[in-house]
């Protein structure tokens, strides 16, 4: 049973509409992380949060915002979605290091 | 990214045969962590190590934190095994995680 879930799966968004990511996780980690993979690239670090009510600046926060509302859910907020944002989002939980991933959601911006 | 160096970018075996993946660092790294990105795009967990050698199967994975490298190992390749590799590595003096920007494996029959 997969113990991170991400929804939607993919999702058409228009240029400056508000795009919002859900992740949630069964694992009772602690940290909580969310990233994006352009094509053929890795991933990279938006932000990430390790308690509830609390979140923290990734490599790549601009133009994205998050919230840890509880240790099980996770959002990635977009609150005026741009074209340069077209990629596939990635959540992972985490007790301390040890990283485990969500399926993805491919998210196209037109 | 710049903290991680993954190598080859692209490599192609038969199958049947074997090779090795590296990640060199720039800096020291703590603990590495090895994920397959299958055709369907998922990630897959394949090791986490924070020192010395770990094998599963067909996979073996090294981790010299003095030397700052890790290798993947893959033999007898099958079809199944294609896919996008990726090292993730931890910092030693902070909580982030760099990761390398893959190399894609295509094995052929």
């Known amino acids: 049973e997969a113990a991170v879930t991400q929804s939607p799966r993919s999702k058409v968004a228009v240029t400056g509409g508000k795009v919002t990511l859900s992740c949630h996780q069964t694992?009772?980690?602690?940290?909580m992380y969310w990233y994006r993979q352009d094509t053929g690239h890795g991933l990279r670090l938006i932000h990430y949060?390790?308690?509830?009510?609390?979140?923290e600046k990734g490599d790549i926060p601009d133009g994205y915002k998050a919230s840890r509302p509880s240790q099980e859910n996770f959002s990635l907020i977009l609150e005026l979605a741009s074209l340069s944002q077209t990629a596939v989002y990635f959540c992972a939980s985490s007790e301390r290091y040890e990283q485990y991933f969500g399926p993805g959601t491919r998210l196209t911006v037109l | 990214g710049d903290q991680v160096e993954q190598s080859p970018s692209a490599l192609s075996l038969h199958e049947g045969t074997g090779s090795a993946l590296r990640c060199n660092f720039t800096t020291t790294m703590r603990a590495v962590q090895w994920f397959q990105q299958n055709s369907r795009g998922s990630l897959i967990n394949l090791f986490y190590l924070a020192s010395g050698t770990k094998e599963n199967g067909r996979l073996k994975s090294t981790f010299n934190s003095k030397e700052s490298y890790s290798t993947l190992h893959i033999r007898d390749a099958q079809l199944e095994d294609s896919g996008t590799y990726f090292c993730?590595?931890?910092?030693?003096?902070?909580?982030?995680?760099?990761f390398g920007d893959g190399t894609q494996l295509v094995v052929k029959p």
């Open positions: 949060s390790y308690v509830a009510d609390s979140t």
């Open positions: 694992n009772n980690h602690d940290y």
């Open positions: 993730a590595a931890e910092g030693n003096s902070n909580n982030r995680i760099f």
